[in-house]
């Protein structure tokens, strides 16, 4: 007996000398997470803290839901209609208090610079597991898509995990254990970590082109049916949620008679803008403009496929007047002025604010 009593004490202390040590490991890994952008103790609430942290500054803190007297509008999008490039939620929003005389609308611009049509499914499925709800969604992007095609079509992957941004949100998507443990996240980091040195995994840069030589791949638009199906998941999850969603073709402006270059000297074919893009961020202009019209198309083809779908065609609204662009596809002054009328126009015809 005194044997099996003693054996009964080591195992006892075996465990609770586990228990310390995943305990210890667990709150180092915390912190070190932490100091890295993620929540102490909701870890899982990174993706809303800090990869589309500066996205969601509009909304944190507000109750939005379709249940009370706001008029509440979401835009999704890239950097042309984000508050920093336009100002487009404080231009809609002007427009159509004056107009309609109420104060009671509210619009949330979660556009941010560089986002494809896969971030913005992702913000949107985000908010709704936050419980947002909106009376209104706009959705305005077909360009940032373009630079996940220039890589070789052995290399290309149609969830965009060819480029680190997404393979890093798709490593904490898969583990939904995140706030309880982040052991197996940590190991799981470090273990890809090394399998990309291992196998030297080329990844592309979310912000611009860095190795030029892939840009020969980007006429071989590989993102369509990826575009269709990001575009697909927003409309499904704004059925779902019985949010009226209003898609509009892209507008681009490229000089019919100059190959630009990226330069300085491009600047000339376009407004007198403060700030403005090189072309070179998206790659070669004629496959820029080949990616675009292949989103377009795909734009057109989903509205003719859901039919309860709202569609505004400002490409050929504002698309072939130089002075309407600063560059290949942000608003001038101008630009942005039309563009935010041609939109209230719309909405108000249609009755989709009042």
Avoid at 12 to 40: D, K, M
Avoid at 164 to 186: A, C, G, S
Avoid at 228 to 255: D, F, T, V, W
């Amino acid at each position: 007996m005194p044997g099996h009593s003693k054996n009964y004490k080591n195992l006892i202390f075996s465990f609770i000398t586990i228990i310390i040590f995943l305990l210890f490991t667990e709150l180092a890994f915390r912190l070190v997470l932490a100091l890295n952008g993620f929540p102490f103790l909701m870890p899982k609430e990174v993706l809303f803290a800090r990869e589309y942290g500066d996205s969601f500054k509009q909304i944190r803190g507000e109750s939005i839901t379709q249940h009370d007297d706001y008029q509440d509008i979401l835009i999704l999008g890239g950097s042309v209609v984000s508050p920093d490039w336009s100002g487009m939620e404080k231009r809609l929003k002007d427009s159509l208090s004056k107009r309609l005389k109420t104060d009671k609308i509210r619009i949330f611009n979660v556009a941010f610079p560089g986002h494809t049509s896969l971030d913005n499914d992702i913000k949107y499925r985000i908010l709704h597991e936050k419980g947002y709800s909106f009376d209104l969604v706009l959705y305005y992007e077909a360009i940032n898509e373009n630079r996940a095609n220039n890589i070789s079509p052995v290399e290309f992957k149609p969830d965009y995990s060819h480029f680190k941004w997404y393979d890093q949100i798709y490593r904490i998507q898969k583990h939904p254990e995140l706030n309880f443990t982040v052991i197996p996240y940590v190991f799981d980091y470090i273990l890809s970590k090394v399998d990309n040195v291992i196998h030297k995994k080329t990844f592309l840069s979310i912000g611009d082109v860095r190795d030029k030589t892939l840009l020969k791949y980007g006429s071989d638009i590989k993102t369509a049916k990826s575009y269709e199906r990001n575009l697909s998941g927003i409309i499904s999850l704004s059925k779902q949620y019985h949010e009226p969603l209003l898609l509009m073709s892209y507008a681009y402006y490229l000089p019919p008679d100059y190959q630009l270059t990226g330069g300085q000297e491009d600047k000339k074919y376009y407004a007198d803008c403060k700030y403005s893009c090189s072309i070179n961020i998206w790659g070669k202009p004629e496959n820029i403009r080949k990616g675009i019209e292949a989103h377009n198309l795909i734009i057109r083809k989903l509205v003719q496929q859901y039919p309860e779908l709202y569609y505004l065609d400002i490409q050929k609204i504002i698309q072939g007047n130089q002075n309407y662009f600063c560059d290949i596809c942000h608003f001038s002054e101008e630009g942005a002025q039309l563009y935010a009328k041609t939109l209230a126009d719309f909405l108000i015809e249609k009755k989709l604010v009042h």
